[in-house]
């Protein structure tokens, strides 16, 4: 995927879908995920998946892309909260700012 042209969304071009699910389905079944397609075509180019990164506690919603250096970031407002990190090139994605992480910014003075 290259979103460097800066075409994400434009007619054509490829646009992402965040199909956050639902803490009430079976996550097994149908989990949380982040869909790319091309609008000209409506045809699926490829799908990221968060296998083993959120749970079925989980809640991701609000998605931000960085086309320069094409990684996603997702908020994870569910269970304990985190931030989400997508990296468009190779699919992986990884959490960080989870609640273990906050504790380890804050000074044992406050």
């Known amino acids: 995927m290259d979103f460097g042209s800066g075409a994400l ?5 490829p646009s992402l879908a965040l199909d956050s699910s639902l803490a009430k389905v079976d996550q097994e079944r ?6 790319e397609f091309n609008l000209a075509t409506n045809k699926v180019i490829r799908q990221y998946d968060f296998k083993g990164v959120v ?3 989980d809640s991701l919603n609000d998605l931000r892309i960085d086309l320069v250096h094409q990684y996603a970031y997702l908020t994870n407002a ?12 190779t ?6 700012w989870s609640t273990a992480a906050r504790r380890s910014l804050i000074p044992n003075s406050i």
């Open 9 to 13: 969304g434009r007619q054509g071009g």
């Open 30 to 35: 149908l989990p949380p995920k982040l869909v």
């Open 55 to 57: 749970s079925a506690k």
């Open 78 to 89: 569910g269970n304990k909260g985190s931030l989400v990190v997508l990296d468009l090139k």
């Open 91 to 96: 699919g992986q994605a990884g959490r960080c």
